[in-house]
């Protein structure tokens, strides 16, 4: 997630990446559903992949243990936890995906030519009358008028497998969508306007990615090949690398939902002299197979990505000269640019027809990083926009979980100003090697530019 006040735009992963029951939670027969196709996919998988680990109380290192302890978890309690975690992780999964059915059918401009409403205003009106207004309900008749009719846009194939989904539970769609638009709305309400600190780490598990994103690990990298330049990357793990599936807001459809992370860091790892494109290994790790399933699914293929940033200039937002000479550049070590499909007002835009091989150097796991842990070692972890939706106890075992899955002098990059990410590494005994921040627009009249931060810790 970008800092600074005037503008808040998401990159959520699994992102990253728990909250407590709330109405809407998924059935028993979803969860039952879910938990089988995980384990499905990790089934089919098991030949192709590391084998997958879940967390024990003796894979967590003494000085973990007694700052778990110190918040209520310990050895006796700790299985229960795990298998608490795993349970609410599944349900803020399909909230998320519920998350990004309502912000599609608000803001989207493909399917309606009903003026979009921003869900932020929505939520604050919701907030204020608690029924659904008008608008929206003409934007969800005109989207459930979409799902039956419009049978080979990617996105609405996508949406139409969750509402499939959902029906077989039980909710037709009509209810479906009042109870899910209510849920997320006092959800982002929460977030933007009663500013709960914890409303992150509440919510449901949103795929949201963006190419901001990689302009702040692009640059952690460059300061890292710059501390030590005779260290070269083979294999890299990569935590929630995310689908652009429906962000919360600023929506730009362009090209069909994709995940675009793995190939921006393969760019940058070259790019900086970190990396040999031909040795390098990527392994990505997400809790939402819609995203492990693409990465797998693009392997051996040459998929056109389209790069748009996820904010737009406009009077008094300006991208600075860095951002985008960042933009201009990334992608064209992995693969040729090419025309975009159209115009996009104050975005940058473009798109990247990748090179033969870029994705056969792509992997992807299914996994809740919570509670699980590969039996592989990375030279590096990069770790962007997850965190914040851990709580400390999670936050606590995530860490513990990514560090034991690095190489001897490995290195975990991540985006995460949480003081306890700090104390995590130091009782982990990963000593802080590079912070800096980075200025992506500056913003007139607001008490801070739109900026990110990177930390550098390497494992002795």
């Given at each position: 997630m970008w800092r600074g006040d005037a503008i808040k735009g998401e990159h959520e992963t699994t992102k990253p990446r728990n909250h407590e029951t709330?109405?809407?939670?998924?059935?028993?027969?979803?969860?039952?559903?879910?938990?089988?196709?995980?384990?499905?996919?990790?089934a089919v998988s098991t030949p192709a992949l590391p084998a997958?680990?879940?967390?024990?109380?003796?894979?967590?290192?003494?000085?973990?243990?007694?700052?778990?302890?110190?918040?209520?978890?310990?050895?006796?309690?700790?299985?229960?936890?795990?298998?608490?975690v795993r349970r609410r992780d599944l349900e803020r999964v399909r909230d998320g995906d519920l998350d990004h059915l309502v912000y599609y059918a608000l803001?989207?401009?493909?399917?309606?030519?009903?003026?979009?409403?921003?869900?932020?205003?929505?939520?604050?009106?919701?907030?204020?009358?608690?029924?659904?207004?008008?608008?929206?309900?003409?934007?969800?008749?005109?989207?459930?008028s979409a799902l039956r009719e419009r049978a080979h846009d990617a996105r609405l194939s996508y949406f139409r497998e969750i509402v499939e989904r959902e029906r077989a539970s039980g909710t037709p769609l009509p209810r479906l969508l009042s109870e899910q638009y209510a849920r997320a709305m006092r959800s982002l309400y929460e977030k933007e306007f009663a500013a709960a600190a914890d409303a992150y780490q509440r919510r449901g598990l949103s795929t949201d990615t963006s190419v901001e994103a990689g302009y702040v690990v692009y640059?952690?990298?460059?300061?890292?090949?710059?501390?030590?330049?005779?260290?070269?990357?083979?294999?890299?793990?990569?935590?929630?690398?995310?689908?652009?599936?429906?962000?919360?807001?600023?929506?730009?459809?362009?090209?069909?939902?994709?995940?675009?992370?793995?190939f921006a860091l393969v760019d940058a790892l070259v790019g900086v002299g970190l990396a040999d494109r031909t040795a390098l290994r990527v392994r990505a790790l997400d809790i939402n197979p819609r995203v492990t399933d693409w990465i797998t699914r693009a392997h051996g293929t040459r998929p056109r990505l389209s790069l748009v940033s996820s904010i737009a200039e406009r009077e008094g937002v300006r991208f600075t000269a860095d951002y985008r000479e960042y933009f201009t550049t990334v992608g064209r070590i992995v693969g040729a640019e090419r025309p975009i499909a159209?115009?996009?007002?104050?975005?940058?835009?473009?798109s990247i027809q990748l090179a033969a091989g870029v994705t056969d150097a792509i992997d992807a796991t299914t996994a809740d990083i919570v509670v699980d842990r590969l039996d592989e070692r990375f030279d590096l972890a990069v770790v962007t926009n997850v965190f914040p939706y851990l709580s400390d106890r999670d936050l606590l075992l995530a860490i513990t979980n990514i560090v034991a899955m690095l190489a001897p002098g490995g290195v975990l990059?991540?985006?995460?100003?949480?003081?306890?990410?700090?104390?995590?590494?130091?009782?982990?005994?990963?000593?802080?090697?590079?912070?800096?921040?980075?200025?992506?627009a500056t913003v007139d009249g607001a008490k801070a530019p739109l900026y990110d931060a990177v930390w550098l810790h390497r494992v002795p």
């Open positions: 709330r109405a809407g939670v998924a059935p028993s027969s979803w969860f039952a559903s879910l938990t089988r196709g995980l384990l499905v996919v990790l997958l680990h879940e967390t024990t109380w003796a894979d967590v290192a003494a000085p973990m243990q007694a700052l778990l302890e110190a918040r209520g978890v310990g050895r006796d309690s700790f299985s229960a936890y795990v298998a608490d803001q989207s401009s493909f399917f309606t030519h009903l003026p979009a409403v921003e869900p932020a205003a929505g939520a604050k009106a919701f907030a204020e009358h608690a029924t659904i207004p008008r608008p929206v309900l003409d934007r969800f008749t005109a989207f459930e640059l952690g990298l460059a300061a890292l090949h710059a501390l030590e330049p005779e260290r070269r990357v083979r294999r890299v793990l990569v935590v929630g690398p995310g689908l652009d599936l429906a962000p919360r807001t600023g929506l730009v459809e362009v090209g069909d939902p994709q995940s675009y992370q793995p159209r115009a996009i007002p104050g975005h940058l835009a473009k990059l991540h985006n995460e100003s949480r003081p306890l990410v700090a104390e995590a590494t130091h009782a982990l005994g990963l000593p802080l090697m590079h912070s800096r921040s980075a200025v992506i």
